[in-house]
């Protein structure tokens, strides 16, 4: 399900991971997706692309493990382009759909 309005933030850190060196935060679209454009290059720092909030209260928790990607922001580093694409995230659903305790009988059933 694509999540319109959610807030997606990079932040970059010291090679410690501790101190806190750059910060931009983007909104996803009616695709689900989101851009953030950051001109400056970020070499020796490591960035992540994070979760931070959802427009909805019925899926606002960021999925453990998929709550954050790791981007690679420089331009030193063989890749041509300057566009970057972090691994896909997502929130989880406070109350389970209907229908998906059927789908784990099924998937149980194919596992016996």
């Given at each position: 399900m ?9 932040e ?5 991971g ?19 454009v ?6 020796d720092?490591i ?11 019925s899926?606002?928790?960021?999925t ?19 566009n970057r ?21 099924q998937?149980?059933?194919l596992?016996?």
């Amino acid at each position: 399900m694509l999540l319109i309005g959610a807030t997606v933030r990079v932040e970059c850190k010291d090679k410690s991971g501790v101190s806190l060196r750059y910060s931009k935060e983007g909104t996803t679209d009616s695709t689900g997706t989101y851009r953030i454009v950051v001109d400056e290059d970020h070499e020796d720092q490591i960035c992540d692309a994070i979760l931070v909030s959802s427009p909805q209260k019925s899926c606002s928790e960021a999925t453990p493990g998929r709550d954050r990607a790791r981007v690679i922001l420089t331009g030193y580093n063989g890749i041509a382009s300057n566009n970057r694409f972090a691994n896909a995230m997502g929130f989880m659903r406070t109350e389970a759909l209907s229908g998906c305790a059927q789908v784990f009988k099924q998937m149980q059933e194919l596992d016996a």
